[in-house]
Each structure stands twice: as C-alpha cells, then as structure tokens.
C-alpha cells in the first residue's frame, strides 16, 4: 500500500541553521527522541541532510511526504526559506511535496509570497502557525493570504493544539477559531493538525459540518491517539482523516508501524494513509 505523509519538517542542516533552538528545548523533553538529535545537532549538524529523510521514509515504506517552510519572521525572526522547501523537493520529486511558509503580517508582501512559492517554485500547499505569528486564524489580516490559497486551489495547514515552543501562547492554536475561515472560504482545503489536541471534539464538529476541513494525526504516537477520534476515524470522518507524523519528532517507522496495529477497518486504514491524501493534496500516484 502506498502511504503518504502529509506533515514533517525540512529537518536538514541549511534548515536547522536558520531554526531559534532556544524555542525548542520543551519538545526534546516531550519527545524523547529528541535528546538524541539535539546532542547531534549541537556537534554533528551537517549530517542531517535530505538523504536522512529519505532514509527514514524507506525505512517506514512511505512513498511521499510533505516537508514545509516556515516563516515568522516579523514575530521571532524565524523563518526556513520557501527557495529551500523547493531546492530539496528538486532533489526527489517523486518522493517529497513542498508546502511553503508565508507571513500574513507581511500584507501584500506574504500574497505575492504565496503566488511566487506556488507557480514558480511549484509547492502543492501552505502552512501556517498561529501561535508563531501570534495571530488568530480567523484574523482579518489573514485572510487575504486564504483568498490567494482558494483561488489557486491548494490547502492551507494549520498547526492547531498543543506546542511546546518557549514564549509562545497555546490561544492561538485552538480549533474553532477556524470555523469563520471554512465558513468564509468553503472551496478552501483546511487541514487541521494534529486533530487540535486537547480540543479535540471541536476538530471533529468541524470535519462532520464542513466538506472543505480534515485533520491530521502527525505528532502523535497511534498508540495513543483518543478513542474519540479513533471512533469517528472509523465511522462518519473516515474520509477527513489524514496521516502524517511531525518528523522528526517521531521516526515514521515507529508511526506507521503502531497505525497499522491500531483497531481500525483495513478501509479506514487504506484511506486515511492514501487515499484521503492523494485527494486532498491532488496527487497522481
């Protein structure tokens, strides 16, 4: 079966030299892994290059992944270039997808960012933090970057739920606020990610009441994924839910192994790991 990956990070040295480490030391506690990756990001950072993703996608038998950009620049002075997000899907194109990072604090700048990032660099999407911009989603100033999103006809990813990023304010993650964007934009494709964890049952009230909202489930070890959502995951969402796995905050290995472990319908298992994807991200494979 192929197994799409809808949400990872551009965990490469020319990303992580332009990553505020000092945000992160919350995760490597959450995330044990972790430890181990900032020991050799502190001596061996080099070694983390476009083949180690690749690595680990074969080890897990995923067939393509989303690796996006990042850009909050006018908040933290954080920002992995859209020019970079394309360089390295360039390098495997039948293996990666490039959703781009803009600014809406950057007004008209962050639109033609957008426009750029999609038709000549050619990434299949965007993503956003609201905590990192330190905006609502539902925040007039983004909304011109969504009318950009819907007319050229790719999703919009937000992170949504917990974080754990230093001096940064979990209000702005939460699921709801994103009801006013499906409203006001329903041919925008939304995707919610990590099924906006602790508010979860907003993230499901969304899925069911608009056509143009799904969820993913990256960050998360299956093993430990709500009953709740596993439940409408196989039942009435079946065909919102999408996989991913916030690499490198968990190997995908480990991810698709404990998913395919987990009680869902073979159907439910087949459509959440591609062929929700493929549709929401207009892929032919």
């Known amino acids: 079966m ?5 949400h990872s990070q551009l965990w490469i040295k020319e990303a992580i ?3 505020p480490l000092e945000m992160f030391g919350p995760y490597a506690d959450v995330f044990k892994g972790l430890k181990d990756i900032k020991t050799a990001l502190e001596k061996f950072a080099s070694a983390f290059t ?4 690749i690595k680990d996608m074969d080890a897990a038998g995923v067939t393509m992944a989303v690796v996006v950009g990042i850009d909050a620049e ?4 954080y920002k992995i270039p859209n020019e970079l997000v394309a360089e390295t899907v360039k390098k495997y194109p039948d293996r990666l997808i490039g959703f781009a990072g803009v600014d809406p604090r950057k007004g008209q700048i962050a639109v033609r960012e957008l426009e750029h990032a999609i038709q000549d660099l050619e990434l299949k999407g965007v993503k956003l933090l609201p905590h990192l ?7 007039p100033i983004c909304y011109p970057i969504y009318e950009k999103a819907e007319e050229l006809g790719v999703p919009v990813l937000f992170h949504t739920g917990n974080q754990f990023h230093r001096g940064t304010r979990l209000k702005y993650c939460r699921p709801l606020y994103l009801d006013d964007v499906a409203v006001d934009f329903p041919k925008l494709k939304i995707i ?3 099924f906006g964890w602790p508010w979860t049952e907003e993230t499901l009230a969304l899925a069911l009441r608009h056509p143009n909202v799904y969820f993913n489930i990256a960050g998360w070890a299956p093993k430990y994924l709500p009953e709740v959502l596993l439940r409408y995951m196989d039942g009435p969402l079946k065909n919102k839910a999408l996989f991913g796995t ?3 905050l968990l190997p995908r290995k480990r991810v698709v192994s404990e998913f395919m472990a987990l009680p869902l319908k073979e159907e439910t298992k087949r459509k959440v790991l591609y062929e929700n994807p493929r549709k929401v991200l207009d892929l032919d494979i």
């Open 2 to 6: 192929k197994i799409i990956d809808t």
């Open 17 to 19: 030299e332009r990553t």
């Open 192 to 194: 919610i990610a990590h």
């Open 133 to 139: 911009m330190e905006l609502f989603p539902n925040d």
């Open 74 to 77: 006018t908040t933290y002075n």
């Open 246 to 248: 916030d690499y490198p």
């Open 50 to 53: 476009v083949e180690t993703i």
